[in-house]
């Protein structure tokens, strides 16, 4: 288990979005990192992303770079299908109807899917994975670690079995600019960092590898690039730069 250590490469100024100024004085890193060796490392080893949005958001950026080839559909996907027309979300968010998963099913549905037919298929070395903010939205920290528990026991012998790296992306800090839930609404900072700090330790023990998005992105959470992301294909923030360099370091 590695715990990884942000890399701020100094060598070059982000070249891929405008910087507000008051950004400067922080990060000094491109979106992607120079580093030929990095580039080299990352292109020699087949990568899965797995997990929600912020995941997503990793190959809409690098797909030129890496020539990364990204589902939206299969095992471990999550899917709120109350959600899935405009009608059915409005009364979603007005409490007339439940979402159609239960509290903690970003993490049950990661730990119940089947990846041993992938793994066979593709040869995978990294499996980078992620719920992201859905069960701390939904669910209590208690609760979130008992089924994240459950997950990473999975995947730690997923990893000896197939002598392939487990890397968990991280939680990052919320933003507080997604208000359409409103009173449905039950992330805090707070309760991220408890629940960050908990993961940290469990990701030790099962031998996953950690990156430290929280810790990354909370001094300037209200810096997202849209309600809640810090990386978008037109425009990123600093933070999502760093967090992105953070996790290829860590797939190398």
């Given amino acids: 288990m590695r715990n990884i250590t942000p ?3 100094t060598g070059e100024v982000a ?3 405008q910087q507000p100024a008051e950004y400067k004085q922080y990060f000094v890193c491109p979106l992607c990192p120079t580093t030929e060796n990095l580039y080299k490392c990352v292109k020699d080893k087949r990568t899965i992303l797995l997990g929600d949005s912020h995941v997503r958001q ?8 890496f020539s990364w080839h990204f589902l939206q559909h299969g095992p471990g996907i999550y899917r709120n299908l109350a959600t899935k027309t405009k009608d059915n979300y409005e009364k979603y968010k007005n409490g007339s109807i439940q979402a159609s998963f239960s509290p903690g099913a970003m993490l049950t549905s990661l730990r ?5 037919d992938l793994q066979e298929q593709y040869h995978f070395d990294t499996w980078v994975i992620s719920s992201g903010h859905w069960d701390l939205r939904d669910d209590t920290v208690e609760s979130y670690i008992t089924h994240l528990e459950e997950l990473l026991k999975e995947w730690t012998q997923f990893q000896s079995q197939y002598f392939v790296q487990v890397i968990w992306n991280g939680v990052p800090s919320f933003s507080y600019k997604a208000k359409s839930l409103g009173g449905l609404e039950r992330r805090t900072n707070v309760k991220i960092a408890v629940a960050d700090a908990k993961t940290k330790l469990l990701t030790s023990k099962y031998n996953i590898t950690y990156v430290p998005f929280f810790d990354l992105s909370y ?3 209200s810096y997202s690039c849209d309600t809640h992301h810090y990386l978008c294909p037109s425009q990123s923030s600093p933070i ?3 967090q992105l360099n953070t996790l290829l370091n860590a797939i190398c």
């Fill in 7 to 9: 890399i701020l490469d």
């Fill in 15 to 17: 070249v891929y979005f």
């Fill in 58 to 65: 990793i190959p809409n950026i690098n797909t030129s770079e």
């Fill in 112 to 116: 119940k899917g089947s990846y041993k």
């Fill in 219 to 221: 001094p300037f959470y």
């Fill in 240 to 242: 999502g730069s760093v």
